[in-house]
DNA sequence: CGCGAACTGTGAATCCGGTAACGGCGGAGT
DNA sequence: ACTCCGCCGTTACCGGATTCACAGTTCGCG
């Protein structure tokens, strides 16, 4: 049906919606495009996945685009995410996500650090990492994201998953093994500041035929 | 030559090698495939890339296979980084890349802050964002990490890149806008949390009988 | 020394995603 | 009302990436 790279364009849609064009009526396929670093054809094939139809000559109106890509993304149900690791990493995780998904709320954070175990950082509470179990079966958690070093990422992504957990966004430097049904995507800081610095170094040209997670620049 | 999935994988495939098998002498295709997420084939498929060739029976060499990984990946000269943007995402940064990155160097950073201006953090100095290109020239910095809000993102990428800088490496869920033979690498956390959570919810579990949700159609 | 097992290297086939292209429609201008 | 223009929806196509499959090679062993 839609594969994940439609899914992470749509959720840049909507932001680019909403952050830009929330008060105009209409958009055009190739304004989405130009903003979000794709062409033209690319935006119309995947609104035509969610099943949203535009009008010729005007465009997509911008409200019910916005509707219709939300019942898409967003699980009917409200998803209760739990944050583990609250280093650095996991405090610019938090401020980034708590206003930014309407459906999706960090409910509970975890860490091995006393000092921050029982207090409320930036509007979440801490707990510590033996509660784990018990706070993702009684908030109903789904989505766990690790912000955690490399050596203990694999052992709490078990205890996550075992507790009811299905998807994973994982910061740790390492392929966490998991049962199969659970999603896992992985965020690889070192891998992604090599690549970075292999195309600086040599080849000259913008990722194309990249996700749409490489910009794309037309001449 | 050699894509950017590929040296994705390259950069992943050394450090495991040097994380759990420095020590040891041979390595077949299949362990650094489980370890890295992939098959076997891919792996084979990624080492012909670079030309190493193990031998038959025994696998690759350690050693002499992250030599030669080393030498399609780094820089013949070391290159130097510029963090923008200290916030807590930043510094989470700073920390994963002093000790990881053998051939890059995060050789200064910037923000606006005043309280953090002039101070040594990590190791690493930060300078007032009016240094910027005065830095970057001298230093001959040819890789950038954007570190910053969203609003700010887009001029600064501007001036690193008219500074010298050829590779971006950018937090900020903005779609940078950048001359072409710039290379941009976004890592958007809000895409990335919704597509999991859109994978947790409506989950690809490999069991029969799962309910497929139908598409409205709009008129 | 020959056999079997296990791994590598690589051409071929397949899969996937993106792009081009074209028909259709709806509003604007005359 | 008719025509024209621009944009949408859709299908066909194309190229890259991944997987398959098999020949080739090396080692251990009886």
């Not at 960090?106 to 510590?128: E, N, S």
């Not at 080849?203 to 194309?208: L, Q, V």
């Amino acid at each position: 049906m839609a594969s994940a790279k439609t899914i992470s364009r749509l959720s840049l849609y909507r932001r680019i919606l909403l952050r830009q064009w929330k008060d105009r009526a209409f958009v055009f396929s190739h304004e989405l495009a130009t903003e979000a670093g794709a062409t033209s054809a690319q935006v119309r094939r995947d609104l035509m996945v969610i099943g949203y139809s535009g009008s010729p000559n005007r465009g997509y109106e911008v409200g019910a685009l916005l509707e219709s890509i939300g019942e898409h993304l967003d699980s009917p149900k409200r998803q209760a995410v739990a944050l583990v690791g609250l280093g650095n990493l996991g405090r610019a995780i938090l401020s980034f996500a708590t206003n930014q998904c309407a459906s999706l709320e960090i409910v509970a954070a975890f860490d091995t650090d006393p000092l921050k175990t029982g207090r409320v950082i930036q509007g979440c509470r801490c707990h510590a990492e033996n509660e784990l179990e018990q706070i993702v079966r009684d908030e109903a958690i789904t989505v766990g994201i690790l912000a955690v070093p490399a050596l203990a990422a694999q052992g709490l992504a078990e205890r996550l998953v075992s507790a009811g957990v299905s998807g994973l966004l994982n910061f740790a430097p390492v392929r966490l093994r998991v049962n199969p049904g659970t999603y896992v995507e992985n965020i690889d800081l070192t891998v992604a500041l090599e690549k970075v610095a292999w195309f600086a170094g040599r080849g000259h040209r913008n990722g194309s035929g990249l996700e749409m997670l490489h910009n794309r620049r037309k001449a």
